[in-house]
Nanobody
Framework: VQLASGGGLVQAGGSLRLSCAAS????????MAWFRQSPGKEREFVAA????????RYADSVKGRFTISRSYAKNTVHLQMNSLKPEDTAVYYC?????????????????WGQGTLVTVSS
C-alpha cells in the first residue's frame, strides 16, 4: 500500500513537494515512479528512481524542473516540483515496479497509490 500526499494549489512558478510513503517493504530492484493524469487525458509517466542505486529517469516535459528522490529511513519517495506551470495540473500517482524495468509504461507498474491533486493557477 502506498500513500501519496503533498498536493495542493500553487501559482505558476511556484513549488510543491509530493511524498509517497510505502507501508510494505521496498526491495532494491524496485523502480519507484510518479505518474500524472490531467482531466481528459491519459495517465502519463513523470519520473522514476531505482530504489537501490538511485538512478533516475524523467519525462522530457519535467526535466530540469522536477527531482525524484528516495528516503530509506522513511520508506518514502519524494517528487520536488519547481517552476510549476498550469499544464502540470493533474492528479499525481506514485507507483512501484517490482520487476525493476524502469519503463514509462503504466502497465509495467504493479502497485499504485491513491493519487494527490496538484493545481497550478496562471
Amino acid at each position: 500500500v502506498q500513500l501519496a500526499s503533498g498536493g495542493g494549489l500553487v501559482q505558476a512558478g511556484g513549488s510543491l513537494r509530493l511524498s509517497c510513503a510505502a507501508s510494505g517493504q521496498i526491495f532494491g530492484n524496485y523502480f519507484m515512479a510518479w505518474f500524472r493524469q490531467s482531466p481528459g487525458k491519459e495517465r502519463e509517466f513523470v519520473a522514476a528512481v531505482k530504489w537501490s542505486i538511485g538512478v533516475t529517469r524523467y519525462a522530457d516535459s519535467v526535466k530540469g524542473r522536477f527531482t525524484i528522490s528516495r528516503s530509506y529511513a522513511k520508506n518514502t519517495v519524494h517528487l520536488q516540483m519547481n517552476s510549476l506551470k498550469p499544464e502540470d495540473t493533474a492528479v499525481y500517482y506514485c507507483a512501484a515496479d517490482k520487476n525493476g524495468l524502469g519503463s514509462v509504461a503504466e502497465s509495467d507498474y504493479d502497485y499504485w497509490g491513491q493519487g494527490t491533486l496538484v493545481t497550478v493557477s496562471s
